[in-house]
């Protein structure tokens, strides 16, 4: 079945401990994102990838990193995470790019204290 | 910069009705304009993908129009029932500088489908 996968779905931490948000796609996309969803701003693009190597920042990058290493994966990475961090967070791929249809993962909820 | 309304926020019907939901953009430089639906802590699904070139699409008891001019889309949703309770996004693919590479959500119908 052709899908974005996430992991954790659900995710508690402590202020500072970093943590990683993985997301893998099996069919073949170039393109990756990853969006915040918070109640009364939306959805929010972080960061996006048009290809292997090749990242960009989107409209909230600050205290986000991510790497594209291989073409499925797409992980997210909070060195330093804080309570302002809490949010539901939402992966997606296009086959191509801005052009095409977007697929999304099923969302982490993640819970920073 | 890229801007979407969705109007009305919030939508109760009875079951049966037939359910229009509005998206609007400011921007007519689009490669396209997407349909989601969202139930309450769970991903997104999507519904349609209209591309900039085309008017209407449709899929089942659903039907989408795009008018790029004037920076609208309909949403359609025939004989709701129960279950098309749910949250309904719109999203725009934009191709100015600011806004590429990104999906621009509006804020979001929440509609309700009483039995």
């Known amino acids: 079945e052709a899908q974005v996968t996430q992991n954790p779905r659900y995710l508690i931490t402590v202020t500072g401990k970093k943590l990683t948000v993985t997301c893998s796609q099996n069919?073949?996309?170039?393109?990756m994102s990853w969006y915040r969803q918070d109640p009364g701003l939306g959805l929010r693009q972080i960061y996006y990838?048009?290809?292997?190597?090749?990242?960009d920042k989107g409209d909230v990058p600050e205290g986000y990193k991510v790497s594209r290493k291989e073409k499925r994966n797409f992980p997210l990475i909070l060195e330093s995470p804080s309570p302002n961090q809490t949010s539901l967070y939402f992966c997606?791929?296009?086959?191509?790019?801005?052009?095409?249809?977007?697929?999304f993962g099923q969302g982490t909820r993640l819970t920073v204290v | 910069k890229q801007e979407v309304t969705q109007i009305p926020a919030a939508l109760s019907v009875p079951e049966g009705e037939n359910l229009v939901l509005n998206c609007s953009f400011t921007?007519?430089?689009?490669?396209?304009l997407q349909w989601f639906r969202q139930d309450p802590g769970k991903g997104l699904t999507s519904l349609l993908l209209i591309q900039s070139s085309q008017r209407e699409q449709t899929s089942g008891r659903l039907n989408a129009s795009l008018d790029k001019s004037s920076g609208r889309s309909t949403l359609y949703i025939a004989a709701s029932q129960p279950g098309d309770s749910a949250t309904y996004l719109c999203a725009v693919s934009s191709k100015t500088t600011d806004s590429w590479g990104k999906l621009q959500f509006g804020a979001g119908t929440q509609v309700v489908v009483t039995p």
């Open positions: 069919m073949n996309h170039e393109y």
């Open positions: 990838s048009m290809n292997v190597e090749v990242t």
């Open positions: 921007d007519s430089a689009i490669y396209n």
């Open positions: 997606a791929s296009t086959p191509q790019g801005p052009r095409s249809e977007a697929f």
